[in-house]
């Protein structure tokens, strides 16, 4: 779990996963939080491990530290459905070449907007087999060090990530998977802020495909998250 001054959201997120019987190691990551993150995790008993701000590399530094099988990475302002782990787990078993997907994500809140902001998450993780990191990304952790570790980037990790699954067949759509507060629609002009995601996805894809990895810029993280002071999930 990548977090930066999550401090409001984070305990019901991790709440949310230990209450699934099959989790057996909750990793939070913090990119340097001042507010009382930190201490908040150690309440609740889940590891705390440091690192540089920046979600990839954030989550790259807990899959080092992570010790199961399959890796879930859930964003602080997340929370899992009852039930959602046990789902993943079947849908994996059933599909043994497939190294991991996605859930189905819904907001907390849901105005018409919001629902539609889902329905095309949903669409675009289950038939383009691209998710964003709000909808629980999860991989098997023998195929992460397969396709190189996770993506060690400040942002469209994944994207990217799901880009990699993608070369071993069609990424995993699980339903009923994830609530998600809807604060950075909220918080935000809403046409503003589908704009920016749009944008900034259509330029990544771009830039992978013409450019490649090492040629692309790197300004992603600072031209999503400008004036903010919450960007670890």
Request: proline share 4%.
């Amino acid at each position: 779990m990548p977090v930066l001054n999550e401090a409001r959201f984070l305990q019901a997120a991790i709440q949310s996963a230990k209450g699934e019987t099959a989790v057996e190691q909750i990793v939070v990551v913090d990119g340097g939080s001042n507010d009382s993150t930190r201490t908040l995790a150690g309440q609740t008993g889940a590891e705390i491990v440091a690192s540089p701000r920046g979600r990839g590399c954030q989550v790259a530094r807990g899959v080092d530290r992570a010790r199961g099988d399959v890796i879930l990475v859930l964003h602080a302002d997340t929370q899992l459905a009852p039930g959602a782990v046990g789902r993943m787990l079947d849908a994996l078993n059933k599909a043994p070449s497939i190294p991991g997907g996605a859930f189905e994500m819904t907001f907390t809140r849901a105005s018409r907007k919001l629902r539609w902001i889902a329905f095309l998450n949903n669409w675009r993780a289950r038939w383009c087999g691209i998710a964003f990191g709000d909808q629980g990304q999860f991989i098997r952790k023998e195929a992460l060090e397969t396709m190189g570790g996770f993506p060690d980037m400040r942002l469209m990790e994944d994207v990217e990530l799901s880009m990699r699954m993608k070369r071993f067949g069609p990424p995993l759509f699980v339903c009923n998977g994830v609530r998600v507060s809807p604060r950075r629609w909220v918080d935000r002009n809403f046409a503003g802020n589908v704009w920016k995601v749009v944008s900034l996805f259509l330029r990544y894809l771009f830039e992978r495909r013409f450019i490649g990895l090492k040629g692309m810029q790197t300004d992603y993280y600072r031209k999503y998250y400008v004036n903010e002071c919450s960007a670890g999930g």
